[in-house]
């Protein structure tokens, strides 16, 4: 069944749940707003700050209680800003908070201690939206918003496509959600959730990659968070491109409520509230089941490769008197998919892949405060992946066999430890400890020619352990300058392999609205644990792993900052940076091109040497006028270059040297109805980049193998057409008393632009074929919220 037929149903049962009265609505609805403010540095309770919601008319404000909570109660439906302020902190403002009628919002709200003496407090809406939740950062970081991942058009509620759309990111061509920062390979991205780094959260992922199909981190349980694109703090390693530093929200712990979706992503229900009354603990869960399968069981579609996946995550936060606060954690992913691969009248199967996958995380952190300027976080989770996949391909008996099986199962035991403290006003110190516990049972074998004896690249299981720790110090010379330096360190068990890598990173407010950053660190990433055990014969036939003692590749980042808050609204950023990236895995053949970060993904079966170096290098600016009277943009650029140099002493483009990037967000919010409590709303993002570069198939090669063979000597020679991608949604929200309806409709490539991106091998055909850019993918969205 063609997609366009799956869209007419979706749209049918969609329209027909719209209220027919929605626009002739005329109560004023109200809801409730939560919170509490605490010491950014020692998370202790903060008495006496007050909030209040800038633009009020009357005048509605109030002050935290000796707990630091506090409750603003009958706030008007709508978008408002709040302004926090407390003596001897600095003030700070919470813009562009949506408040609907079905839903309270709750909210944890952090304060940095003033250096200088307050004498006065001036109430004034100065917003700090671009600046990351962790203050030991000064460049190349953004704080992001659930709200975000939502409004901006083609993120599909998925963090990792929304930060495609800040400078120096972009994303891959075919429509995964795999992230690109300066010209890294995304292998260079590391995913943390509530502090802790976790496997690849996503759906139909491959072995090695950061990237899926989709998500199975629900934006309906993240909170604010942040994501790095270069010289990371001390606290972060086994990184060398970005972090996702991911946060669950708390759930409310007052009132029960309850969220209910469907879309062409899934069908997912969300439950949240208190434990019991008079406890300040809460519950927050989610469930999501994919759509098309749940569709194509019922019989209302009907067509091969129907991804099905399902996904869960949770959050439970347990306060206690004496013991400090505990918090459970977990999130779970299940999918599987079968490809068929027919002739061109579909009568004939030529080839079938099966993809299976899973993926399970569980935690329990503790929070304890060690007098009135400490805690002490201490976080023990373990996560587990297991993935596999078949391959079969039509024999020239016109007999299925069994091509290639795959088996890749890793299991992880994390142990974190953190120590913050503030020394004073000017100084703050944060030190931890990271162990790692590493598990794995990894197999590949193939039989592309049907000789009827397997050929084995990878067999082995085990385990080995990675332990890391860190020390981060925070001078505030000054109310405008500030100082943070710090050393990360890792050690890998497996072969004996260590880094002791320096970070610093220094800012200068010059003037009330400008400043200056300069950050600089050194950072390492582990490979791909399949990649260590790789498995090849030597001259005598015997069978050995070449790659057992490959080092961490590593790169030196600089960075310098401008930032200009131009008005209230409006805020300008450039950055240049410089990286020199060494220690790079490329194969030990003195003629051969190839490099370790260029495989995007699957088995990398070659004997490596860390003999590797490379350079990326460029320029980016942003300009964003943040959401303000129901409207906002946001325009980012950039110009960089991304080059390596392996065995051969030649200088070549990455595989990811796009060279230059472009996007413009922009999306304007109506209000209808007498009281304007309803919202109509659209967004766009344009993007217009250069394209990656592929390697040529070598047709007479790939067909004497039966599998792809590349040209030899042309290893990404070539060069893919720049893409034009149009993205475009709208959607329509409906405020009545206890409920809240919102419907969506996302447009992702709205044009159907089909720009050649790479080539590759059919086994099934034996022919080369086109892998063209993801075509036009509608997606719809119901939400209720009750």
Request: proline share 2%.
């Amino acid at each position: 069944m063609k997609t366009k037929h799956c869209i007419v149903i979706y749209l049918i049962l969609l329209l027909g749940n719209i209220p027919t009265n929605a626009l002739s609505i005329n109560t004023q609805y109200y809801q409730t707003i939560r919170g509490k403010v605490i010491d950014h540095e020692t998370k202790q309770a903060l008495i006496g700050a007050n909030i209040v919601i800038l633009n009020s008319e009357p005048f509605k404000g109030t002050a935290s209680d000796i707990d630091g909570n506090f409750i603003l109660e009958k706030v008007k439906i709508g978008r408002v800003s709040l302004f926090i302020s407390c003596m001897g902190y600095e003030a700070k403002t919470i813009s562009n908070i949506e408040v609907g009628s079905a839903k309270q919002i709750i909210l944890e709200i952090e304060l940095v201690e003033s250096v200088t003496n307050i004498q006065e407090v001036k109430v004034y809406p100065k917003t700090a939206k671009h600046e990351t939740l962790n203050k030991m950062a000064s460049v190349s970081g953004q704080a992001f918003t659930v709200e975000e991942t939502s409004r901006y058009s083609g993120a599909l509620n998925d963090p990792a496509r929304m930060v495609s759309a800040y400078a120096g990111v972009s994303s891959d061509g075919e429509g995964s959600n795999e992230i690109i920062v300066r010209g890294n390979s995304p292998k260079g991205i590391q995913w943390r959730l509530e502090g802790v780094e976790i496997p690849n959260p996503n759906h139909f992922a491959d072995e090695g990659s950061t990237g899926g199909a989709v998500n199975a981190l629900n934006s309906n349980l993240l909170r604010n968070s942040d994501f790095f694109t270069g010289a990371f703090t001390a606290e972060y390693g086994n990184a060398y491109s970005g972090i996702f530093d991911i946060n669950l929200r708390s759930g409310n712990n007052a009132k029960h409520e309850q969220t209910f979706g469907f879309s062409t992503m899934g069908i997912d229900f969300t439950l949240e509230g208190p434990l019991k009354k008079g406890y300040s603990g809460s519950y927050l869960a989610n469930y999501r089941y994919s759509s098309l399968e749940l569709l194509n069981n019922a019989g209302v579609i009907d067509f091969d490769g129907i991804p099905k996946y399902q996904d869960g995550s949770f959050k439970l936060v347990l306060p206690t008197k004496k013991a400090g606060k505990f918090t459970f954690f977990g999130l779970f992913g299940k999918s599987n998919m079968i490809n068929k691969e027919e002739n061109d009248e579909e009568t004939i199967t030529l080839g079938k892949n099966k993809i299976e996958s899973n993926l399970n995380i569980v935690g329990v952190t503790n929070l304890l405060s060690l007098g009135k300027k400490s805690y002490l976080k201490n976080t023990l989770a373990w996560s587990a992946t297991n993935s596999k996949y078949q391959s079969e391909i039509l024999g020239d008996d016109n007999m299925m066999f069994s091509a290639l099986q795959e088996k890749y199962q890793h299991d992880y035991l994390k142990f974190n430890s953190t120590f913050n403290t503030k020394l004073n006003a000017k100084n703050s110190l944060k030190v931890g400890l990271q162990f790692t516990r590493m598990g794995f049972d990894i197999n590949s074998k193939n039989d592309f020619k049907n000789s009827g004896s397997f050929i084995t690249d990878v067999d082995s299981d085990g385990n080995s352990h990675f332990i890391q720790s860190f020390v981060n110090w925070k001078y505030r010379i000054t109310s405008q300058l500030s100082l943070v330096t710090g050393v990360h360190a890792s050690y890998f068990a497996l072969n004996d392999d260590y880094s002791i890598e320096p970070r610093a990173g220094l800012k200068y407010k010059f003037l009330s609205n400008q400043s200056i950053s300069f950050g600089f660190g050194v950072h390492s990433k582990l490979e791909s644990l399949s990649t260590y055990f790789i498995q090849q014969n030597n001259e005598n036939n015997i069978p050995y792993k070449p790659n057992k003692d490959l080092k961490m590749s590593k790169a030196k980042h600089y960075v310098i900052g401008y930032n200009n808050q131009l008005t209230h609204n409006l805020h300008f950023k450039a950055e240049a940076y410089y990286q020199d990236l060494y220690h790079l895995a490329v194969e030990n053949d003195p003629k051969s091109k190839i490099i370790l970060l260029d495989i995007k993904e699957g088995l990398a079966d070659y004997d490596f040497v860390n003999k590797g170096t490379g350079k990326n290098y460029g320029v980016e600016l942003s300009l964003e006028r943040f959401f303000f009277n129901n409207f906002y943009y946001l325009f980012t650029g950039s110009l960089y270059q991304s080059k390596f140099t392996a065995l051969d002493g030649i200088e070549r483009n990455s595989r990811y040297n796009g060279n230059y990037t472009a996007n413009l967000l922009i999306g304007k919010e109506y209000k209808v109805g007498k009281k304007g409590l309803n919202r109509i709303g659209w967004n766009a993002k344009a993007t217009y980049r250069g394209g990656q570069y592929y390697t040529p198939v070598d047709l007479t090669k790939s067909r004497e193998a039966g599998e792809t063979i590349y040209k030899e000597n042309s290893e990404f020679s070539k060069q893919g057409d720049d893409l034009f991608i149009l993205n475009l949604t709208f959607n329509y929200k409906i405020n009545r008393k206890k409920t809240r309806h919102e419907f969506k409709l996302d447009l992702k490539n709205a044009t159907n632009n089909q720009a050649k991106i790479l080539e590759r091998y059919n086994k099934a055909t034996r022919e080369i074929e086109n892998g063209e850019q993801l075509s036009l993918l509608p997606s719809l969205y119901y939400i209720l919220y009750f």
